[in-house]
């Protein structure tokens, strides 16, 4: 099978890491320089060196995403179906050896979780689900989505990796964009981290964009979880995944999310911290690279900093997001899968958004343009 693997097998974490810590302001400075860029520029944008120039990065990353998406940010909402999941994971609430109530939402419960989101006005819904084959797997998935579907013009999910002729079913029901995050990309750390359930197979979550790519995905989402390694050589790996899905399947759109660890009840400490301010300079790193990529800022972060990141790159938010199954309406005080930082109620970020000068958009993005 002709797949990343191919090209992830040619790189090593630790030269690529020392090369990304090498770049100079000399590095810097060329890449800003250019008006397209590639891997190596990309490299500089992130690395210590380009801390210096991050306000020059973030006023040309401001232009780029005005161009590409103008003065807009796609809103969307997730809806959690299950917390059943038989990967133990060592930062996930919802990690199998923890011991919580498990629940997986009926047809009757997801109807009621789903008015409740669309009386808010959403037309764009995340579907997200522990991952557990027997009781979330294609045939609940699918049964789901045909729920779902009449309510939403836009569906995403984001469950287990597939199979491609899986994806092909769910596509065919409704799915429009599916979300894999490869957590890291350091394969002896993510083996740590994943010891146990079918998720501890690397190379098979590593191939799922390319099994999405060959079933026709409309988008397809990347990203890795900054806390659990070097997010700076983790950063990396994703540009160099997004550039490669990009040339082998050129019909499909693609998103970049930013998830920063957070707390929860399985308590793993970020092994690396990040600051707002090297979130925001990898934000217009992607943006400087790729103008097309959709940038999404979830309600993990503070309110401060999303308020802050609307008019530096990001282009797509979540709001009033609840991380358990039935969290809107059915069962409120369930245990979430993280701790959500930005708690405001849609209404507060759609006013929030349009102060500073922006439009919030609940329909197609794509027909926006």
Same mark, same amino acid.
């Given at each position: 099978m002709n797949s990343f693997k191919n090209i992830f097998d040619n790189y090593h974490w630790d030269e690529l890491k020392q090369n990304i810590y090498s770049k100079t302001t000399h590095d810097v400075e060329r890449a800003?320089?250019?008006?397209?860029?590639?891997?190596?520029? &990309?490299? #500089?944008? %992130?690395?210590?060196? #380009?801390?210096?120039?991050?306000?020059?990065? #973030?006023?040309?990353?401001?232009?780029?995403?005005?161009?590409?998406?103008?003065?807009? %940010? /796609?809103?969307?909402?997730?809806?959690? @179906?299950?917390? *059943? !999941?038989?990967?133990? !994971?060592?930062? !996930?609430? &919802?990690s199998f050896t923890n011991k919580i109530p498990r629940r997986t939402l009926t047809d009757k419960e997801i109807i009621k979780e789903v008015e409740f989101i669309k009386s808010l006005g959403y037309d764009h819904i995340l579907i997200v689900t522990g991952e557990a084959e027997k009781t979330v797997g294609i045939d609940y998935l699918e049964n789901a989505i045909r729920i %779902?579907?009449?309510? &939403?013009?836009? %569906?995403?999910? *984001?469950? /287990?990796?597939?199979? /491609?002729?899986?994806? =092909?079913?769910?596509?065919?029901?409704?799915?429009?964009?599916?979300?894999?995050?490869?957590?890291?990309?350091?394969?002896?750390?993510?083996?740590?981290?994943?010891?146990?359930?079918?998720?501890s197979n690397f190379y098979y979550r590593l191939e799922t964009h390319d099994r999405l790519g060959k079933a026709g995905i409309y988008k397809m989402g990347l990203g890795v979880l900054i806390g659990l390694e070097d997010w700076r050589t983790d950063s990396f790996f994703t540009a160099l995944h997004l550039k490669y899905l990009e040339k082998m399947y050129w019909q499909a759109k693609y998103s970049i999310s930013f998830p920063r660890l957070r707390p929860h009840s399985g308590g793993l400490e970020p092994k690396v911290e990040m600051s707002d301010? =090297?979130?925001?300079?990898?934000? !217009? #790193?992607?943006?400087? @690279?790729?103008? *097309?990529?959709?940038?999404?800022?979830?309600?993990?972060?503070? *309110?401060? &900093?999303r308020n802050n990141i609307i008019k530096l790159g990001a282009t797509t938010f979540s709001a009033e997001s609840k991380t358990n199954p039935g969290g809107y309406v059915v069962e409120k005080q369930s245990l979430e899968q993280f701790e959500i930082s930005d708690e405001r109620s849609t209404q507060l970020v759609d006013a929030m958004i349009r102060e500073q000068g922006y439009e919030p958009v609940y329909k197609d993005w794509e027909k926006n343009y």
């Open positions: 800003l320089s250019k008006t397209k860029r590639d891997l190596e520029d &990309f490299k #500089a944008l %992130i690395s210590p060196s #380009a801390q210096p120039y991050l306000e020059q990065m #973030a006023q040309m990353s401001q232009q780029l995403t005005q161009k590409r998406f103008g003065k807009t %940010i /796609q809103m969307y909402i997730p809806l959690y @179906l299950s917390n *059943e !999941c038989q990967n133990i !994971c060592t930062y !996930c609430g &919802f %779902i579907r009449p309510y &939403f013009s836009h %569906i995403s999910i *984001e469950v /287990q990796p597939l199979e /491609q002729n899986e994806y =092909e079913r769910l596509i065919a029901v409704g799915v429009n964009t599916v979300l894999v995050y490869q957590e890291t990309y350091h394969q002896e750390d993510y083996k740590k981290h994943h010891p146990k359930g079918k998720k301010k =090297e979130l925001v300079q990898l934000i !217009c #790193a992607y943006r400087l @690279l790729d103008e *097309e990529i959709e940038l999404s800022v979830s309600t993990r972060e503070s *309110e401060k &900093f």
